[in-house]
């Protein structure tokens, strides 16, 4: 995005060919081979998760997984309080009829998230209202996770 006041002239774009670059501007970015996460001044974060593989068409879409990208974005209250937004863009599993199919059949949701870790044992709430997909009454999903590392 580029803003430029009336009477100024534009400045000149750094060259996009250094896998640094958003390094450069973003010190506090870090990605991963399936995603990046950015961290904020103010205990903020955002991650953001992708399928990293190209898109098919044809019988070889019926295999892969639908989940296109899930995102969170947190405020950290405490270093073991975590209380943001997440959410994902998904593509239901196709049928033999996918070269029917439109680009319009993605389903979006998101929704609060609530995560407490306390190092070896942790927990998240979340729950999201989903959209895209008329066809299912099940627009609201909550679930609890707990996790412990042995």
């Known amino acids: 995005m580029e ?16 896998q640094s670059y958003l390094r450069d501007i973003c010190s506090g970015l870090q990605s991963g081979q399936f995603g990046t996460t950015l961290t ?9 998760r992708y399928n990293s593989e190209n898109p098919v068409s044809g019988a070889d879409r019926i295999s892969q997984p639908p ?46 998230s609530l995560k407490y870790d306390l190092g070896r044992f942790g927990f998240t709430i979340q ?8 066809e299912d009454n099940k627009d609201l999903q909550s679930w609890f996770r707990v996790w412990y590392v042995f």
Not at 40 to 48: C, Q
Not at 84 to 107: T, V
Not at 129 to 134: T, Y
């Open 127 to 134: 729950s999201q209202v989903e959209r895209g997909r008329p």
């Open 3 to 18: 803003a430029q006041m009336l009477g100024e002239r534009p400045v000149p774009a750094p060259p996009l060919t250094s």
């Open 67 to 112: 989940l296109l990208f899930k995102y969170s974005m947190d405020y950290c209250f405490t270093a073991k309080l975590r209380v943001g937004l997440s959410g994902f863009l998904y593509q239901p599993p196709a049928d033999h009829l996918s070269f029917l199919r439109q680009k319009n059949d993605l389903a979006l949701g998101w929704g609060p």
């Open 40 to 48: 904020l001044p103010k205990n903020f974060r955002i991650s953001f």
